[in-house]
């Protein structure tokens, strides 16, 4: 953003060259910091995008095929790029195949013809829900990885700016104090010097802005449907237990 600001307005370039070498230093790390932003916000566009696609993909089957929360298909779903809610219905099912005898040192049973359900007590009950609500705590963090470093930049980039205007027009002050006489023309080249390091960034802050807030609403967004998905795992799985005490009487 920088780069093309500097190529398509003359007048940015004249500023650059009349700032001093604090202000220099101010724009090239912001110019870094542009560059890090948006490779920053690209990649978790695109790493956003894929888990929400894959979760949607796999609530969609997961409310097909809820008869038996441990149906053969769903698990093998949850195998295969499956979003964060799969990887939340892999935690859940895997201590749910413990208490269901059909596990494999903890690991979910895939050659297997199914699990059978058997009655669970209040403390498994509330040992898978833990599961679940501990691997949604895992998945969030990994959702807003780097989101906190895109956050700085965006609040520190507007104040590397106004140090570096404030510093240029310091020193364009100090140098007509020096020279004895109050002449604009002397005044202006610094003062506009001191001003291209506000307008940096401003172009940093004001995009990783727009797009951090995005981010962060996909993310929210996400957070929803996996508290949304665990509720729905043990309700279904409360389904299951009466389907079982309906088939003892």
Known sequence: MI??????????????????????????????????TWTTMLDKAISLNRA????????ARFKENTRYLTSQSLMRESLHDAGPIGAIYSEGVEKLLEFYENGTNGMINMSGAGAQPVKLSAAQFEAIEAVLERAVSHQIQELEKRIGFLGTLVSLSPFCGLFGTVWGVMMAFCGIAAAGKADFTALAPGVAGALLTTVAGLVVAIPSLVGYNILNGTIRNLT????????EFMVELKLEQLAIDSERR
Request: hydrophobic share 50%; proline share 2%; net charge positive.
């Open 3 to 36: 780069f093309l600001l500097f190529s398509s307005v003359p007048g940015v370039y004249y500023a650059y060259q009349n700032s001093d070498s604090v202000g220099k230093a101010i724009v090239l790390i912001l110019l870094l910091g542009s560059v890090a």
């Open 52 to 59: 929400r696609k894959a979760s949607k993909r796999f609530l």
């Open 224 to 231: 929803v449907a996996m508290d949304n998905f665990t509720e």
